[in-house]
């Protein structure tokens, strides 16, 4: 039986992914694959960083080590700073030498369709995942084509892990967790956040029903954005992963 792991995005609550693999450090998974902040983690893992050296590199992430400003007029930010990052951290930069296999989604703006990406440079395809539309400048490839975030097409990319071949999926969702909404906006920028939450909600909704077990961090009460919470981020994931790991075990163990 093959294990998979699958990763959702969810900006800086993807801190949380590394607690819940605290949690389950000794559980050996046959493939990985994540989405936007989950595609960081996982290529993390799936590039053989111990839990112990990945919950280091979280611990170093802040906001100059993952963004500047952008001189494109395509987004405000840049991401090459989480490049430059990575780079120096993994032990390995290319899909073809991970320890585990591992796939990155990306949305690719030039040929209009989801990109699944699992050889070539798997920083460049991070990357590419994590370029929030408007946020982050699309990231080009290879080929030449822009990209911007995997959420846009498969947040929770679990129909990807069964695709690799996993039998079972483990899939670690950081975003359905979110905040409760009152009232009606008042501005544009509120209406367009509550509509883009709903979308994604939707579309978690979708993934979450191909995941053998979904396990949710508790963690409402933290929004995507709040990098320096890391700690609370990573200690409330792990609380979360124990609270599955009988449930795990007890699945993979048949």
């Known amino acids: 039986m093959k294990i998979g792991l699958a990763l959702s995005g969810g900006g800086a609550r993807g801190f949380a992914h590394v ?3 605290k949690a389950l450090r000794d559980i050996k998974f046959d493939v990985i694959t994540g989405t936007s902040a989950g595609s960081i ?3 993390a893992l799936a590039s053989g960083m111990t839990i112990d050296e990945l919950e280091k590199m979280a611990r170093e992430t802040g906001y100059s080590r993952v963004a500047r400003p952008s001189l494109s007029p395509r987004g405000l930010l840049s991401n090459v700073p989480l490049g430059n990052f990575l780079q120096r ?3 390995v930069s290319r899909f073809e030498d991970a320890k585990v296999p591992f796939a990155t989604v990306s949305y690719n703006l030039t040929r209009g369709k989801e990109a699944v990406r699992t050889s070539g440079d798997m920083i460049n395809a991070i990357r590419a995942s994590c370029a929030v539309p408007g ?3 699309p990231v080009r490839d290879e080929n030449g084509d822009l990209h911007v975030d995997g959420g846009v097409t498969s947040i929770l990319p679990v129909r990807l892990a069964r695709q690799l071949g996993a039998d079972i999926v483990i899939a670690v969702d950081v975003l359905s967790c979110g905040n409760s909404f009152k009232g009606v906006p008042i501005l544009a920028i509120g209406i367009m956040i509550r509509s883009a939450m709903r979308l994604i909600e939707t579309s978690l909704a979708a993934d979450r029903v191909d995941a053998d077990i979904v396990i949710e ?3 409402s009460h933290l929004r995507p954005d709040q990098i320096r919470k890391c700690d609370e981020f990573i ?3 792990e609380e979360s992963g124990k609270r599955y790991r009988d449930d795990v075990l007890k699945l993979i163990r048949g």
């Open 135 to 137: 946020a982050f400048a």
């Open 41 to 43: 983690v996982g290529g």
């Open 235 to 237: 200690r409330l994931g």
């Open 217 to 219: 961090p508790q963690i």
């Open 89 to 91: 951290r993994f032990p």
């Open 19 to 21: 607690g819940v693999l």
